[in-house]
């Protein structure tokens, strides 16, 4: 029987998703190989994806594969529909530019085989931009425990837009989601609020993944962190999380929108986003109350980059010349 099924949604990702395979293949253990399956639904690439997987599936025979090569691109809902297709008794959906650390897939393995009672587990991950030597520290900083659901919406917090980081038994996943919930960009929260509904999800603290940072877009970053984001935190009322924990929920997003927004100005990851800085101001008004950190927020927007760039750079000289003073 097979224990994990590890998911990887894939398009036009060749030049990554190699390292993220081998990541996979180097982490399973021969004499657990039977434990797994490797799926993998490439939503009709057009660059090398289609021939990089047959040379995996050349290489390592003694591995379970399932490829699914999809008639025509199904657009972000890939990512949600990988997991029909497994038969493990857990799954697990990883980017397929996500390197899987070893050593905490293996303690992964252990947790999974050994409770029983186990709902799904949330995974620790460490993002990194070129190379893993330079990966920054784990993202969560709490003990290894178990949550109940409320607790761990609190816990989470924008994270649950970030599917790779909870592996989840296979039938917590089995409702159909409606198909407006399967269109946003965010369309793979909904299933991830779906699973973490259930209790008794343990949250293990090792760092299991490296996650390389800044490397998706193509869509408008706020009208996603807040409209989408706003949605999501609908439906997790309607499924009946507390008000408490959907409040924290919301305002840890909003933390979060005010640490993009320093970033988006200090490395211009516009290029990679789409910002409308009006609309986005609009949104955190009608979306949050006024506090320190929205205001904050919608100054740092309304800031040209250009004049952003010049004061960041006289900051950091200062830095430079008085590191007492900082």
């Not at 493990?88 to 650390?101: E, T």
């Not at 409040?247 to 990679?272: P, Y």
Request: aromatic fraction near 14%; include cysteine.
């Amino acid at each position: 029987m097979i224990l994990l099924s590890i998911c990887i949604p894939t398009f036009n990702r060749a030049k990554f998703l190699g390292d993220s395979l081998q990541s996979v293949v180097d982490a399973i253990s021969l004499e657990d190989r039977q434990l797994f399956e490797i799926v993998i639904s490439n939503n009709a690439s057009t660059d090398r994806t289609l021939e990089l997987v047959k040379e995996f599936e050349q290489t390592y025979p003694q591995l379970i594969w399932k490829v699914i090569n999809q008639d025509s691109n199904i657009g972000p809902i890939n990512v949600s529909v990988v997991s029909t297709y497994a038969t493990g008794r857990f799954i697990w959906i990883i980017s397929d530019d996500d390197l899987v650390v070893t050593q905490t897939f293996r303690r992964i393995v252990a947790i999974l085989k050994n409770d029983t009672s186990l709902s799904g587990l949330i995974i620790n991950y460490a993002p990194f931009k070129n190379s893993i030597r330079q990966a920054k520290k784990p993202v969560f900083k709490s003990k290894s425990q178990v949550f109940d659901k409320d607790n761990l919406l609190a816990f989470l917090g924008t994270q649950i837009t970030f599917l790779s980081i909870i592996i989840f038994r296979r039938e917590l996943s089995s409702r159909i989601l409606s198909p407006e919930k399967l269109e946003g960009s965010i369309s793979q929260s909904y299933l991830f609020l779906e699973v973490i509904w259930h209790d008794n999800i343990y949250y293990l603290e090792d760092n299991a993944l490296f996650v390389r940072g800044h490397n998706s877009g193509g869509y408008n970053f706020y009208n996603v962190f807040i409209i989408e984001f706003e949605a999501l935190l609908d439906f997790a009322k309607n499924l009946g999380f507390s008000r408490e924990s959907i409040d924290i929920c919301r305002k840890k997003n909003l933390v979060f929108l005010l640490r993009f927004t320093l970033s988006a100005k200090i490395n211009n990851l516009n290029r990679n986003f789409e910002i409308d800085y009006k609309l986005a101001s609009h949104l955190i008004i009608k979306n949050y109350s006024w506090t320190f950190i929205s205001i904050f927020t919608i100054i740092i927007l309304a800031i040209p980059d250009k004049v952003f760039g010049l004061f960041y750079g006289f900051i950091f000289r200062l830095k430079k010349i008085f590191p007492e003073m900082y």
